[in-house]
């Protein structure tokens, strides 16, 4: 059974930094791309970074240069650090195996108060 379970989100005031983990069980994960989406209130869930299985990222515009997204394959987990956050990065943050696939982790919460 396929499941992922994210940590480390939080309440953080702006300009500073969390790094969330998402640990996943029941695949081989090295196998596998990763990807971070987040949704604040109101607004549609949208792609944040995604990670292949060989470590080659990629970001969204609106995080690019404050965000990293990499993988401990020993460790079966996927992170996104965040830096220099913003008010508009608060939202539940999702982690997901792949890119189309059906398995979500529940989410996060990160607030970045102003």
């Known amino acids: 059974q396929v499941q992922l379970v994210e940590s480390g989100g939080g309440l953080v005031q702006a300009g500073g930094s969390l790094r969330l983990s998402c640990a996943v069980t029941?695949?081989?994960?090295?196998?596998?791309?990763m990807g971070w989406y987040r949704q604040a209130p109101g607004k549609q869930r949208e792609w944040v970074a995604s990670i292949t299985s060989d470590s080659t990222t990629n970001y969204a515009d609106s995080v690019k240069g404050r965000f990293t997204i990499s993988r401990d394959n020993a460790k079966n987990t996927v992170y996104l650090k965040m830096n220099s956050l913003k008010p508009e990065d608060s939202a539940v943050y999702y982690c997901?195996?792949?890119?189309?696939?059906?398995?979500w982790g529940q989410g996060t919460q990160v607030t970045v108060s102003s």
């Open positions: 029941g695949i081989t994960f090295r196998l596998y791309a």
């Open positions: 997901r195996l792949g890119s189309t696939s059906k398995y």
